[in-house]
């Protein structure tokens, strides 16, 4: 089955440590997302990736670092320059053709408690 | 600035039709998508508007009025599992993002 895994699903995390969350996809998109939401709030753009070894800040990159070594990996890493970093992550990947590239399809996310 | 506007909650009745509007101001436009996400999970594509016009797929239906900056998502034959956050979001042309609306909260009573 195709699809987009992220793991942890939980994860804790004591301030000022780095961690970095899983993202793999086997859906042979291009183009994959990190997004942020917190509580009943929409999605928040933080990186986001067209092409392996390419990647572009969102709206809210300050305080995280992402890679694109492989197509089917996109690893984000919250760091200890984030001032908030408690909230539930999501990643996503859409194919680039035109007329598809606005169906993003997202991993089951992982939720980081850091205290 | 971009902003896209959606009631925080809709309440409605099992059976029913609801409607859940979304207003847009935004640099750029392709279209218009919406997604839904039940509660713990990750959102799911549902429909695309790229053009003005009602777009059928089953019991729902998204509408889009460009020259309004306007869409809404139809909604019928409600049922419970259809309660979930209804997000829309613009495509805009600044290298393909999404730009989100913080979501409609559907509350269905039977």
């Known amino acids: 089955d195709g699809g987009i895994t992220q793991s942890p699903k939980y994860l804790f995390r004591k301030e000022g440590q780095n961690v970095t969350l899983s993202c793999e996809q086997n859906?042979?998109?291009?183009?994959m997302y990190w997004y942020r939401q917190d509580p009943g709030q929409g999605l928040r753009l933080i990186y986001y990736?067209?092409?392996?070894?390419?990647?572009q800040k969102g709206d809210i990159a300050e305080g995280y670092s992402v890679s694109r070594e492989k197509k089917e990996s996109f690893p984000l890493t919250v760091t200890s320059a984030q001032k908030n970093p408690t909230a539930f992550y999501l990643c996503?990947?859409?194919?680039?053709?035109?007329?598809?590239?606005?169906?993003?399809?997202f991993g089951p996310g992982t939720r980081l408690t850091v205290t | 600035g971009q902003s896209l506007e959606q009631p925080s909650e809709v309440t409605a009745v099992e059976g029913a039709i609801v409607q859940i509007n979304c207003t847009y101001q935004?640099?750029?436009?392709?279209?218009l998508s919406w997604y839904q996400q039940h509660d713990g999970g990750a959102p799911t594509f549902l429909s695309y508007?790229?053009l003005d016009g009602l777009e059928e797929t089953g019991r729902f239906s998204s509408f889009l009025s460009r020259s309004d900056s306007y869409g809404y998502l139809l909604l019928q034959e409600l049922q419970m599992k259809d309660s979930a956050s209804y997000f829309c979001?613009?495509?805009?042309?600044?290298?393909?993002?999404?730009?989100w609306g913080a979501g409609t909260k559907l509350i269905i009573k039977p």
């Open positions: 996503a990947s859409s194919p680039r053709e035109s007329g598809r590239i606005h169906e993003q399809y």
């Open positions: 859906l042979n998109h291009d183009a």
């Open positions: 990736s067209q092409i392996v070894n390419d990647f």
């Open positions: 935004t640099s750029g436009f392709y279209g």
């Open positions: 508007n790229a």
């Open positions: 979001a613009v495509l805009t042309d600044s290298n393909y993002q999404l730009i």
